[in-house]
Nanobody
Framework: QARLVESGGGLVQPGTSLRLSCAAS????????MTWVRQAPGKELEWIAR????????DYADSVKGRFKISRDNANKMLYLQMNDLNSEDTAVYYC?????????RGQGTQVTVSS
């Protein structure tokens, strides 16, 4: 059973950076594309980034392109999201996710709050 645990969130000021981590277990991490999604207060879930299984291809939502970078360490089954130049619109709960067959798995999320 896939298990994902996010960490690294917190309260930060606008313009600063934060790095989120996601520890994966229970599945062959290196075989799957991984994603980051977020949910802001009162809004729907928003996909923000994905990375191919081997880490060579990445895609980003327009809202974070140029500021966020997704990466992975297959040897240690870790997924990362480097977030730079944060602003108030980045305030959300961030989740890492994986789709295995027809099942979508996500962690419990980590809260990121951007405020002065």
């Amino acid at each position: 059973q896939a298990r994902l645990v996010e960490s690294g969130g917190g309260l930060v000021q606008p313009g600063t950076s934060l790095r989120l981590s996601c520890a994966a277990s229970g599945f062959i991490f290196s075989a799957y594309q991984m994603t980051w999604v977020r949910q802001a207060p009162g809004k729907e879930l928003e996909w923000i980034a994905r990375i191919s299984s081997e880490g060579r291809r990445t895609d980003y939502a327009d809202s974070v392109k140029g500021r966020f970078k997704i990466s992975r360490d297959n040897a240690n089954k870790m997924l990362y999201l480097q977030m730079n130049d944060l602003n108030s619109e980045d305030t959300a709960v961030y989740y890492c996710g994986v789709q295995i067959s027809t099942a979508q798995a996500r962690g419990q999320g980590t809260q990121v709050t951007v405020s002065s």
